[in-house]
Each structure stands twice: as structure tokens, then as C-alpha cells.
């Protein structure tokens, strides 16, 4: 049963214009949130966090939004640029844990 | 520029055979996990470690996988005997957890992986 679902796999958007990736969650335990970007044959990074009691968080170019009542957060990256072409994946975590359940990750192409 | 390190990079072996791989986490990092990357499930937990104790590792199959940590700087993951479907790329990340129980604020710095490849 996969408790972090990201259901596009792959998006394509014009450089400058917004991408917006989205990720649904299952269990409402899940109190912490991370986003984290991977580029080809290196390990995942972390790009931007929010915790439950927020429903924003914004660093720079990336913003990510969370709606507890629908159980879904985004990552808004405005305006796009090609080296944001990567895989993103979002993650969760409950409290009291150290571990965070990834979703399946989604590969962001921003065209040229 | 603390990083963590991960080796193999990649691995080609027989069906059969054992495979190490090895990590070694950041310093002073009291949290280390083997993640496995596939295309279906994306990227799924295997184990974690708390300082050197392993804590969860309800991911992995037990017949054939273990995890170690023998030392801080060094944790390992063996598989035995190998499998095809064991192919896959293997990544170890470690954290730094300041306050008992609490996970915000905290991240997970991750390796590079070890791309492994069972014939």
C-alpha cells in the first residue's frame, strides 16, 4: 500500500513558465513533508520541508503548499529553468519516527 | 564539504553470488538508511540504523539481506545469495536527529548509490 503517491510520472513544461508537481498522501499521522530533487547517477537532495502546522513554505524559486484536509502538498517552481530538469520526489514522516516514506517520484523536463 | 560516500559505485555479478555494499555516513551523524531505487516503487526503505542500532528492517527480505553497522563510519548491506530482481541502484543516507522522537527539521543527506546489476 503506497502511503505517498505521486501520480504523474513525468511533466513537461516551457522554461519560465511555473511547474507545479503533486503528491497525495494517505496517512494523517504523516506530520512533516520534504521534497527532494535527483539528477542522473547521483543521490537524491533536499530541495524545501514544511511541517504540518504550515500550509506554506517558500525558498527562493520553490514554494510548497500544504493541504491537510485533502492530504496533499505541491511544489510550485516559478519561473522554471532547464537544470530543474530532474526526478522529484516528495516524503513524509510521522511523529516520532525517523524515517520518511517516499513517493515514486516524478520527472520534471523544463523545455528550452 | 561533508558528504556521504558510498562504494561500489557499480557492481556486475552472477546469480548467486554475495554483494556488499558499503556506506560511510557523515560524521556525527547518529541516523543511517539503506534506501533501494527501483521504477516501480520508486525509492523504498530497507533498514535504519539509530546510533549503530538497528531500529527497522521490516523492508528487507530477511532470507537473503542484512544490514550492519559494525563501527560509526562505516554501515554495510550484504545480500546472499543474489538475485535478478535484486538489480536496482542502492542508496545509503544519514541524519542528524537532535531531539528524541522529533523528525522536523531534520534531513536526510544521501550518497551517491551503488548501481547494482545481477545477471
Known amino acids: 500500500d503506497q502511503q505517498v503517491k505521486q501520480n504523474s510520472p513525468s511533466l513537461s513544461v516551457q522554461e519560465g513558465r511555473i511547474s507545479i508537481l503533486n503528491c497525495d498522501y494517505t496517512?494523517?499521522?504523516?506530520?512533516?513533508f520534504l521534497w527532494y530533487k535527483k539528477y542522473p547517477a547521483e543521490g537524491p537532495t533536499f530541495l524545501i520541508s514544511?511541517?504540518?502546522?504550515?500550509d506554506k513554505n517558500e525558498d527562493g524559486r520553490f514554494t510548497v503548499f500544504l493541504n491537510k484536509s485533502a492530504k496533499h502538498l505541491s511544489l510550485h517552481i516559478v519561473p522554471s529553468q532547464p537544470g530543474d530538469s530532474a526526478v522529484y520526489f516528495c516524503?513524509?514522516?510521522?511523529?516520532?519516527?525517523?524515517?520518511?516514506?517516499f513517493g515514486t517520484g516524478t520527472r520534471l523536463k523544463v523545455l528550452a | 564539504d561533508a558528504r556521504v560516500t558510498q562504494t561500489p559505485r557499480h557492481k556486475v555479478t552472477e546469480m548467486g553470488q554475495e554483494v556488499t555494499m558499503r556506506c560511510q555516513p557523515i560524521?556525527?551523524?547518529?541516523?543511517v538508511f539503506w534506501y533501494r531505487q527501483t521504477m516501480m516503487q520508486g525509492l523504498e526503505l530497507l533498514a535504519y540504523?539509530?546510533?549503530?542500532?538497528?531500529?527497522?528492517d521490516s523492508g528487507m527480505p530477511k532470507d537473503r539481506f542484512s544490514a550492519e553497522m559494525p563501527d560509526a563510519t562505516l554501515a554495510t548491506l550484504k545480500i546472499q545469495p543474489s538475485e535478478p530482481r535484486d538489480s536496482a541502484v542502492y542508496f545509503c543516507?544519514?541524519?542528524?536527529?537532535?531531539?528524541?522522537?522529533?523528525?522536523?527539521?531534520?534531513?536526510?543527506?544521501f550518497g551517491p548509490g551503488t548501481r547494482l546489476t545481477v545477471t
Open positions: 543516507a544519514s541524519g542528524l536527529v537532535r531531539s528524541k522522537g522529533l523528525a522536523v527539521g531534520y534531513e536526510q543527506y
Open positions: 496517512n494523517s499521522m504523516f506530520d512533516y
Open positions: 514544511i511541517s504540518s502546522i504550515k
Open positions: 516524503a513524509a514522516s510521522g511523529k516520532g519516527t525517523y524515517k520518511y516514506i
Open positions: 560524521l556525527g551523524h547518529n541516523t
Open positions: 540504523f539509530r546510533n549503530r542500532a538497528p531500529l527497522d
